[in-house]
């Protein structure tokens, strides 16, 4: 398989195993190349591209930019707090705007769920998703199972636990399909309130006690607890949740053996996970953003060959 079955990535929903290797292949090709002392390639010199970022973001804006620049592409860098958008503008006049400036990709982050579904429906541009409110995050789970595969050889046939905040995540829910579809085994763990419902349909068991879960998994995923998302209580205090579901040194110490750990970032040091963990030799959270440009790379050039083909 030498190109991808769709024209935007939306979703890791929406995409195949074959999709998900695919971009595994060509993110290890641009691992190699910026790795060079020379780490440009001219791969997108006539692709323009507009970073539309309605929410906060550091890694995945930063990262986006810079596999952009990496690939040689004119670069358009759009934030909401500093934008008519403040004025009333709607998305899709925002975008066509945007895209009159003869634009042929938009990534975009957004707090609404589905608003890159919706997006591509209306304009004629390859949309990258960079984050949807609590559904998807496909390039965060992509550079995260890339790590795992790193890592541990593979991701088919691992145990990965996502400790957290599972109900407010676009990186849970990322990760459980791409997991998935890559061969490896799921389970969620942390207060129930912040458990989805739905979370059995999707073949992924609870487990509510933390120490059980780390002793079978053989990856944890630590997530941040997202209070902006939230606006009732979900838990009694922070304190307590920490004293549950937040993973300190001890109990890394009191398994019987050594697991992987994760966080797509920004951590909240001492809630999810302490200092101490965070920046221990079993932690590859700044492993996992190294290879989030290397992965962007590769599903940009991928989704800009299938537009250059379509025009020849
Ligand atoms: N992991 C992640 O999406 O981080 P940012 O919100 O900083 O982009």
Request: glycine content about 4%; hydrophobic content about 40%; proline content about 4%.
């Amino acid at each position: 398989m030498s190109e991808l079955s769709v024209k935007h990535l939306l979703g890791i929903k929406y995409i195949t195993e074959d999709d998900i290797q695919l971009i595994f292949e060509t993110a290890d090709h641009f691992k190699e190349v910026i790795s060079r002392p020379i780490k440009k390639v001219p791969s997108l010199r006539d692709i323009t591209i507009a970073n539309l970022f309605f929410e906060n973001s550091t890694r995945t804006r930063l990262s986006f930019e810079l596999a952009e620049k990496r690939l040689s592409a004119d670069v358009i860098n759009f934030s909401a707090a500093s934008s008519s958008v403040k004025k009333g503008e709607t998305l899709i006049d925002t975008v066509n705007n945007i895209l009159s400036m003869k634009v042929d990709m938009v990534v975009m982050r957004h707090p609404n769920p589905g608003a890159g579904v919706f997006l591509s429906k209306h304009v004629d541009a390859s949309i990258v998703n960079a984050g949807d409110g609590a559904h998807e995050h496909p390039t965060q789970a992509l550079l995260d199972c890339y790590s795992i595969r790193e890592k541990l050889g593979d991701v088919a046939g691992k145990k990965v636990v996502i400790v957290g905040d599972i109900l407010h995540s676009r990186v849970a829910l990322s990760n459980i399909f791409a997991l998935q579809k890559l061969g490896a085994e799921v389970k969620v763990c942390g207060p129930k309130t912040l458990i989805p419902k739905y979370i059995e349909s999707l073949s992924v068991t609870f487990e509510p006690n933390l120490k059980k879960a780390l002793q079978w998994c053989d990856v944890a995923n630590m997530l941040r607890v997202q209070n902006e998302r939230m606006d009732i209580s979900y838990f009694p205090t922070t304190r307590e949740y920490t004293q549950q579901f937040g993973l300190n040194k001890a109990m890394l110490n009191s398994l019987d053996k050594e697991i992987v750990v994760m966080h797509p970032g920004p951590i909240n040091r001492g809630v999810e996970i302490t200092s101490d963990v965070a920046d221990s030799k079993q932690a590859i959270i700044l492993d996992q953003v190294q290879n989030g440009v290397a992965i962007r790379m590769a599903v940009l050039y991928l989704l800009a060959s299938k537009i250059q083909h379509h025009e020849d």
